[in-house]
């Protein structure tokens, strides 16, 4: 009897930080639903049916999926409870969220930033979404007309649309390295004199606003294209193509881990396609997402390591490093469980960028989930100011971190080849 009680209120907490979504896919609802699960390879089974897993326990996960998945995974035998996603509502962005930006709020928090400091941003337009909003590129560096002989690092956020605090961060940390700048802080000025620190907050706009329609969370996912059987949209984090399809993605356009017709099929990956291949003198990229608080890092497609052991090693020493900071877990992406097509694997298997995936706070659903409200942002700023500048540090050459000279803003060392 307790241990039924414990399973309500764990299912009742998950609903409770979750929104209506009925019919968001088209003609099928989407249901919660905790599901046996004891390792990372039952984890990837699961994920391979197109279940977007979004909490990870020792022995189950708790995902969202259509009803076919459901019916799927109750077949199977693993299925433990599920819940209708129609039944529950959340207020959004408005009033009790005002913190947090939508589009238009953005587009005038970027326009007051280049007026404020135009001797050390440039706005970039990127391109336009597949409903045509603009996505932006903050271009920030000491002399950013000329910075694109030094060494580079990009930070992006809103892949996922629902994941709002990964806008924000970005956002932040722009903003505090211009303000600090100003302010004649020694170590963002020895930064931004030998970096070019570009700041993309937004990869996914369409979807980020239909996530907040009617002043509702509505926990969508993907972006808004509408697929040839009605339904909408692609997991632009899916859809990147270093080995594109391979596993922890679906071809069911209803599922929130659809990954598109084919690689980079999407407008939005796209551009961020265009814009590594343009700036050559990037060393380190950096997606941010939410929720769970870890560091992840390649390979997400295959449990094996990253074969190069000085590579594997840089990006298990500086994630450890950031670790220590921030208390997030660090570990390789693929020991949660196999996801193909996402920006990381291609970030680095295709350009050997340093790469890392930050799941922000909260750690799970009962910290909020998808939606902590605004009061959790600055805990999220706090903690991962430091991991910020520790990576734009070693932007110059990330491999200087297995020579155990962890000097946060060493700026000597020439780019590697």
Known sequence: MIHQLKLVILCLTFLLVLPQMAGANGSEDLYIMKIKAKDKHERTQIANLGISIERVESDYVMGTGTKSELLRIESLGQLIHSFPLKNVEIQGFPSEDRDFH???ELLRAIEELKETYPDLLRVEELGRSIEGRLIFNLRISEDPDTSGNKPGIVFMGGHHSREHVSVELPLHIAKKILKL????DSRVRSLLAGREIHIIPLVNPDGTEWDIRDNTYHMWRKNKRVNSDGSFGVDLNRNYGFQWGTGGSSTNPRSDVYMGKE???EPETQ???????????????????TFSELILYPWGHTYDSIANQTDFAVHKTMAEKMAEWNGYTPQQSSDLYIASGDTTDWSYGQHRLISFTFELDPRDFNGGGFY???GRLPTVYQKNWEPALYLIGYADNPYRVLQGTHNDFGLSTPLVE
């Open 372 to 374: 902590p409200g605004q």
């Open 271 to 289: 551009i961020i396609k265009s814009f590594v291949e343009n700036h050559t003198n990037l060393t380190i990229l950096v997606s941010f997402h």
């Open 102 to 104: 939508d589009y238009n």
């Open 181 to 184: 700048y100003q302010e004649n």
């Open 263 to 265: 690689p980079f099929s």
